[in-house]
Every structure is written in C-alpha cells, then in structure tokens.
C-alpha cells in the first residue's frame, strides 16, 4: 500500500535499537480515516465475503479491527492480555512473549464468541516477531475455527515474523513490509 | 439511546457484586455497526464540528472511539496504562485506581500528540467509579486543551461516577444509566 509506505516514510521515527515508531498515526494518535483506507486495502486482498469475525489482540490492534468491522459489516473480537494468574473457566488461552513488556503475556478469549467452524480474519497493526499473530492463531486453533487469513498493516521484515508466516502457506500479507533501516532511513520490501 | 439499554437488557449479565457483563457487544466480541449506531448518538448530543480530536483510555474504549473517529472524520487519541515505573519523557500521566486490576495504574499520552488549545471529546464505552474519566480529564487540564465534552456509552450510576461528573457542570452524557440492580434485573435511570 504505497500511501501506508509514505507516511512511515515522512512520519515514522526510527529510535535506537532500530525500534520504528508510528504513533503519530497508527498506535496512539490514531487516524481513523486513514485506517478506513487501510481497511479498504485489506478488502482488496482478502474476500470479506468469507469472513464471519475480525480478531486481533489488546491494545492498537483494536482500532484498526474496529473501523475494518464498521467498514465490512462485521464483528470483531480482541483477545485481552491477562496475567497467567487471573486465568477464569471458559477461556481459550494462548501464552506469548511480549517483547514491549519484556515479560510473558497470555491471550485470553472467551470461548463463547468463537464457536467452531466460525470463519476469522486476523487483523493487527503492526507485527514484528509475530508472538500476537502466533498467538492469535493457536485461539483459532484450540476453537475448532476457520482461519480464513491474517491481514498486518506495517510488518517489520527483518524480525522474521512475517517470512515465517509465509512459509506455513497461510494465507498472509501485510501491507508495508520494512526490510531494514539504513542509517536511519527506512528501506522497504519490493511487492 | 433506547437501542441500547434493549440490548444491555436482553444480553447483559449480572455477576456476583452488580458487575454487569456486556461483552457479546462492545467489549469484548464488539458489534462495530452497533458502535456506528452509538457514533450516532453521540453525534445527536454533541457539537461534533467543534471537536478537533477523540480521547480515551485503553483498552476497551479503543473501538468504540475509532469508530466514531471513521464516522466523524475526527482523530483519535488513546491513553495507555502504564507501570509508573514505566514513564518517560515528554508525557501527560496521570494515576488512577483501577478497579478492574485491582491496583494504581498511571495513563499516559505523549505530550506531541495533545497540543494546548486542542478540542477535546472524551468518549469511553463503559464508566463505574468514573477514575478512567477523572484521569483522561487531568490529562487534558495538563495539556491546556479543551474538553468540549464526555461521551459515555454505558454508566453504571449507582457506583456514583456520573453523578460526581454531572454535580461539576461539565458538559457530561451517558447514553444508558444502569441505577441498580433488582434481583437480577437491571433498572435503567429515566432520560
């Protein structure tokens, strides 16, 4: 998405530790029309028609999934982040690594709003080692759903995340993938 | 809103300690064309074209105030719950308790992204002890903008928050007020 690429390129910030920060628009101070394009995009790749429920994870994923469900017609679910000790009865639940909290997170959702068979894209803002989507997906799976596809607005590349998801054939794709940052400048994949 | 205490009464759930549970719908599984609708509301209440940004806290107010950035044409803002031994520079913060976590947690807002002047609306999806509410506005009486109004979804009024909101002429409104609790039933304060 070639107007996503610009904004990182003119907004987002790269701080040390090749950390690339896009809360001018994305993760705190949030665009919404331009997460309505976003949406927009994702239709284009994804046939929406298929899909019974966006899910996504706590806390920035959750405005982009919202407008992408106002936009399509769709419900959307986000998996709250718990600490392992305030797991309830009735919780799918998956552990991940939070590398912004540099402790362990677990995933929870309540298993009455995934039923099986239910057809699910997963959406996120930003994916970087992928430990949200990976955990996201084994919610999918422990439910007896259908994961139809995982849609990313800006995937850091050189984390790995992305290229692993390629490699299990699931129907993947972000729509910025940044491949390195070059004395500060941010260089991106060819589509 | 009638719409919406319909469906407070006919999918909420009442827990031990009056917790009222609407998470089929706007917390948890969200029912974003059900959100536009709230948009709607709101939108009947408030002078939107004075408003120059949307303020909330995460994570749950997240989609609901998405959403009506999409519907508006407005940006939004989040807060973040941070450790307070988290915070670094260039940031609004602001403790307050929350009831949920059992514990403090500090919301905060880079300073860039709420300059001195700003229009502000809050609007969150559910408000109790009304501390999420109470934090957001002294992060706004920091910044030196202007709250132009408090949006609330759902109010649970006997936990006194609204009350407390309302008694300080600001310009507050909540779009079901649950007054109480009868065996089970949930009693709606009348507009």
């Not at 809360?23 to 284009?44: K, M, P, S, Y």
């Not at 709250?80 to 402790?103: C, F, H």
Request: hydrophobic share 45%; charged share 25%.
């Amino acid at each position: 998405m070639e107007l996503l690429k610009q904004r990182i390129r003119t907004e987002g910030k790269v701080l040390p530790g090749n950390i690339i920060k896009v809360d001018g628009f994305l993760n705190h101070r949030v665009d919404c029309a331009f997460l309505g394009q976003i949406a927009d995009a994702f239709a284009e790749i994804f046939d929406i028609s298929k899909v019974d429920v966006i899910l996504t994870a706590e806390a920035s994923g959750i405005a982009l999934a919202a407008i992408c469900g106002l936009k399509w017609g769709k419900p959307m679910i986000f998996a709250k982040k718990a600490k392992s000790d305030n797991i309830e009865g009735g919780l799918y639940k998956s552990d991940i690594m939070s590398y912004t909290y540099g402790k362990k997170v677990t995933l929870i959702l309540a298993k009455q709003w995934l039923p099986p068979r239910t057809h699910v894209l997963i959406i996120d803002d930003f994916m970087a080692r992928g430990e949200a989507v990976r955990g996201l997906c084994e919610l999918v799976g422990e439910s007896g759903a259908y994961l139809e596809g995982i849609g990313i607005a800006v995937e850091k590349g050189f984390q790995g995340g992305g290229d692993r998801l390629r490699e299990t054939g699931l129907n993947y794709h972000a729509l910025a993938v940044i491949d390195s940052v070059e004395e500060g400048n941010i260089v991106f994949r060819e589509d």
